[in-house]
């Protein structure tokens, strides 16, 4: 962070695989805090509009220093909150053997590619590991460089029924943090055991239209009751288009 921009080797991780995995953004007392307010309200969403104090270190998260940094860098300034925290695999219908994203047909507000040093990438899965990942932990997995892949991802792969040896789990030290375009191939596969903790908030270019639907209501979307309680800075990252 000593630098203004991203060094040329996070640029050319970033640009092949498509996400970017900084180990120890987080002190161990900073995740033990995140763990306790889950054990307390038991429950995988909705942590920016819990009760105090429960709610506070997933608020710090939206202006942490390090991620506020890399973002400014990939998606550029400007960029905000598309979608609320939440955990990875939680969710009904979520973890199975389906991928989604890549990049054909390619889609403008999620697209991802990097021509004569100017870089686009609309969409950003920010990840803070909570608790350790290893081989066969199951949980989040990807296909590298399927980000900016101009073929269509073969149909076999996208449901489950032949991985053709490119799906990927990556391994997570509790306090990591992970950064994945939305472009990506991705996925949430059964975990082996307990479910573990990967706490994801969903990032988009200040133009990038993603998360709004079709129909009349589409061009409203106001802060929820809970963000009048927010600080400046918390909602500067906050979607009011």
Not at 3 to 25: K, R, S
Not at 74 to 97: C, M, S, T, W
Not at 176 to 183: G, T, V, Y
Request: glycine residues 10%; contains cysteine; proline residues 6%.
């Amino acid at each position: 962070m000593n630098n203004q921009v991203m060094n040329n080797d996070e640029n050319y991780a970033f640009d092949v695989a498509g996400y970017l995995h900084i180990p120890g953004v987080l002190k161990s007392e900073e995740v033990a805090r995140l763990n306790q307010a889950l054990d307390e309200i038991e429950k995988s969403e909705g942590m920016l509009g819990w009760p105090a104090p429960q709610r506070e270190p997933f608020r710090n998260l939206l202006v942490h220093l390090k991620l506020v940094w890399y973002l400014n860098q990939i998606v550029g300034h400007g960029f905000r909150l598309d979608q609320a925290p939440r955990l990875l695999g939680y969710q009904k219908g979520e973890v199975g053997n389906k991928l989604v994203g890549g990049d054909e047909p390619r889609n403008p507000s999620l697209a991802y590619y990097q021509q004569n040093g100017r870089r686009s990438s609309q969409g950003i899965k920010v990840i803070w590991a909570l608790e350790d990942i290893v081989e066969g932990d199951g949980g989040l997995v990807v296909v590298q460089a399927s980000h900016k892949s101009n073929v269509r991802t073969p149909s076999d792969l996208a449901t489950g029924v032949d991985e053709m040896g490119l799906v990927k789990q990556p391994e997570l030290r509790a306090g990591d943090l992970f950064l994945l375009a939305e472009s990506v191939l991705q996925g949430i596969r059964p975990w082996n055991g307990t479910p573990k903790r990967l706490l994801t908030y969903w990032y988009a270019g200040r133009a990038a239209i993603q998360s709004n639907g079709l129909g009349p209501s589409a061009q409203i979307d106001p802060l929820v009751s809970w963000a009048e309680e927010a600080t400046p800075e918390q909602k500067s990252v906050m979607c009011q288009p």
